[in-house]
């Protein structure tokens, strides 16, 4: 089991920037991939970014593709994602999920994740 906790949300303008993190514990050797979600009001969830634990390759949905950056640090079991030039479309519950399998390469559809943070509300005005 992988236990993930979110932290760095917040309330910001357009154009500013956050950084998010992610903290894992348990059994995080396991884990092969790591992507953030996020999931507006009235809307699905859909995801924005992954990342191979090992290689540190990384994916991008279009939408976030140039403004956020996903990274890792294995020593601190924790990943993160920074955000810049934000949007109020960027305004949502963001989540961090884990992955313990090697398939789907770095696939953003939440069904091929097995756990779950909580989330943190990122909230942007313009």
């Known amino acids: 089991q992988v236990q993930l906790v979110e932290s760095g949300g917040g309330s910001v303008q357009a154009g500013g920037s956050l950084r998010l993190s992610c903290a894992a514990s348990g059994h995080t050797y396991s884990i092969t991939c790591m992507g953030w979600f996020r999931q507006a009001p009235g809307k699905e969830r859909v995801g924005i970014a992954s990342?191979?634990?090992?290689?540190?390759?990384?994916y991008y949905a279009d939408a976030v593709k140039g403004r956020f950056t996903i990274s890792r640090d294995n020593a601190k079991n924790t990943v993160y994602l920074q955000m810049n030039s934000l949007k109020p479309e960027d305004s949502a519950m963001y989540f961090c999920?884990?992955?313990?399998?090697?398939?789907?390469?770095?696939?953003?559809?939440?069904?091929?994740?097995?756990?779950w943070g909580q989330g943190t509300q990122v909230t942007v005005s313009s």
């Open positions: 990342i191979y634990t090992g290689t540190a390759a990384t």
């Open positions: 999920a884990a992955r313990r399998s090697g398939l789907y390469g770095l696939s953003l559809n939440s069904q091929y994740y097995s756990d």
